[in-house]
């Protein structure tokens, strides 16, 4: 599963060289313990939005700030990520919240760039700054009628980076990317900012049904 859009840092030079599983629990086991705890405001402002009870994915759930979100919501989450210290940290998390959502989220350690996801309906499926393109055939597979998309990430720009860190354009969207490979569905809410050097796409979309 590689992340180097998938998160707002990116691995050190001299990780890149080592397989993705190795790279992304290296850079779990180095987090700082309160990194990456809030849901981004996007996420947050999509929650009043999405249903209170049924079953979410969380893609590239990584230390699961946004499980645990989902979690509290309601939802019953598969949290699925190649970092088996990553979905650690957010067990770990899960169950030091007060109260725990921890019962509600089932962890699940494997490379979705398979690509595979779990065979599975979901009400609402999550992804924040991940990107690969074979998975959106699987996302509106996976997803039930009438359920919900919240997507969030990178989009090629002259100045895109993350943490001053330059990203692969693989693992950047084009502009209006996102909107256009979901077109089938109902487009809730669509935009595109540029902040400092981030170029980012955020997408609220509900598959028909």
């Given at each position: 599963?590689?992340?180097?859009?998938?998160?707002?840092?990116?691995?050190?030079?001299?990780?890149?060289?080592?397989?993705?599983?190795?790279?992304?629990?290296?850079?779990?086991?180095?987090?700082?313990?309160?990194?990456?705890?809030?849901?981004?405001?996007?996420?947050?402002?999509?929650?009043?939005?999405?249903?209170?009870q049924g079953h979410a994915l969380d893609i590239a759930a990584g230390a699961g700030r946004h499980s645990l979100t989902l979690a509290r919501h309601?939802?019953?989450?598969?949290?699925?990520?190649?970092?088996?210290h990553g979905l650690r940290l957010a067990r770990q998390r899960a169950l030091a919240a007060h109260p725990s959502p921890g019962r509600q989220i089932?962890?699940?350690?494997?490379?979705?760039?398979?690509?595979?996801?779990?065979?599975?309906?979901?009400?609402?499926?999550?992804?924040?700054?991940?990107?690969?393109?074979?998975?959106?055939?699987?996302?509106?597979?996976?997803?039930?009628?009438?359920?919900?998309?919240?997507?969030?990430?990178?989009?090629?720009?002259?100045?895109?980076?993350?943490?001053?860190?330059?990203?692969?354009?693989?693992?950047?969207?084009?502009?209006?990317?996102?909107?256009?490979?979901?077109?089938?569905?109902?487009?809730?809410?669509?935009?595109?900012?540029?902040?400092?050097?981030?170029?980012?796409?955020?997408?609220?979309?509900?598959?028909?049904?």
């Amino acid at each position: 599963m590689s992340k180097t859009a998938a998160l707002s840092g990116s691995p050190t030079t001299g990780s890149t060289h080592l397989p993705p599983r190795r790279r992304w629990d290296e850079r779990y086991i180095t987090l700082p313990a309160e990194a990456r705890m809030e849901p981004t405001p996007f996420v947050t402002a999509c929650l009043p939005k999405l249903p209170q009870q049924g079953h979410a994915l969380d893609i590239a759930a990584g230390a699961g700030r946004h499980s645990l979100t989902l979690a509290r919501h309601g939802l019953q989450v598969d949290a699925i990520d190649i970092s088996w210290h990553g979905l650690r940290l957010a067990r770990q998390r899960a169950l030091a919240a007060h109260p725990s959502p921890g019962r509600q989220i089932r962890f699940i350690v494997a490379d979705v760039e398979r690509p595979w996801l779990p065979h599975a309906g979901y009400e609402v499926i999550l992804v924040s700054f991940f990107l690969h393109r074979p998975l959106f055939p699987l996302i509106k597979a996976r997803l039930k009628p009438g359920g919900w998309l919240v997507y969030e990430t990178f989009i090629a720009g002259p100045e895109t980076s993350s943490d001053g860190h330059a990203m692969r354009r693989d693992f950047l969207l084009e502009p209006d990317e996102l909107k256009d490979t979901f077109a089938d569905f109902e487009i809730r809410f669509y935009a595109e900012s540029q902040d400092r050097a981030k170029a980012t796409a955020q997408l609220l979309a509900q598959k028909p049904g």
